[in-house]
T-cell receptor
Framework: NAGVTQTPKFQVLKTGQSMTLQCAQDMNHEYMSWYRQDPGMGLRLIHYSVGAGITDQGEVPNGYNVSRSTTEDFPLRLLSAAPSQTSVYFC???????????FGPGTRLLVL | GENVEQHPSTLSVQEGDSAVIKCTYSDSASNYFPWYKQELGKGPQLIIDIRSNVGEKKDQRIAVTLNKTAKHFSLHITETQPEDSAVYFCAASKGRIIQGAQKLVFGQGTRLTINP
């Protein structure tokens, strides 16, 4: 199993540009989530999904959209990037009846 | 909502000594407390966890203790080795996991450095 994969690894955007961060898992996990990691603030939940077709907001959802059309994929969209969205983004997944979350390697995003 | 405070933010210990990282949480309903290790350039990885019906859990050189009354839990690493150098995160959540929406709230992280 590849586990949780994320692309790209690094991206530079200009303010106002849009992009999609990709996340995929091959473990048949129902639950997937997106976090952002900023210095001194730990990981904060952006959006999560408990299964295909179901998404909900986390702690810091503003400026981000998600969709879950398949069990495997959970893309995160930035419609109009802002410098405040400069961060490292992690995707995670787990079984709906499990406690262990598996994290991807992260995407480092710089918004100029 | 839940708030998790983690201390210290940085910790440096000599190889072979013990390291202790502490976390406090605010929501008395929280019942699941995992610890994650993040190595440079990688995503966090679960190293140990504890549920609220247990006071202590050990896995080789790593242990976690929980004090529900005081609402704090700690990570203990004994006989530290250079490969223990990483950033460690504590987290807390509540609710039944089969509901699927159990959400983790993370501490701010501790950068642990093991000096040879």
């Amino acid at each position: 199993n590849a586990g949780v994969t994320q692309t790209p690894k690094f991206q530079v955007l200009k303010t106002g540009q849009s992009m999609t961060l990709q996340c995929a898992q091959d473990m048949n996990h129902e639950y997937m989530s997106w976090y952002r990691q900023d210095p001194g603030m730990g990981l904060r939940l952006i959006h999560y999904s408990v299964g295909a077709g179901i998404t909900d907001q986390g702690e810091v959802p503003n400026g981000y959209n998600v969709s879950r059309s398949t069990t495997e994929d959970f893309p995160l969209r930035l419609l109009s990037a802002a410098p405040s969205q400069t961060s490292v983004y992690f995707c995670a997944s787990r079984l709906s009846g499990g406690e262990t979350q598996y994290f991807g390697p992260g995407t480092r995003l710089l918004v100029l | 909502g839940e708030n998790v405070e983690q201390h210290p933010s940085t910790l440096s210990v000599q190889e072979g000594d013990s390291a202790v990282i502490k976390c406090t949480y605010s929501d008395s309903a929280s019942n699941y407390f995992p610890w994650y290790k993040q190595e440079l350039g990688k995503g966090p990885q679960l190293i140990i966890d504890i549920r609220s019906n247990v006071g202590e859990k050990k896995d080789q050189r790593i242990a976690v203790t929980l004090n529900k009354t005081a609402k704090h839990f700690s990570l203990h690493i004994t006989e530290t080795q250079p490969e223990d150098s990483a950033v460690y995160f504590c987290a807390a959540s509540k609710g039944r996991i089969i509901q699927g929406a159990q959400k983790l709230v993370f501490g701010q992280g501790t950068r642990l450095t093991i000096n040879p």
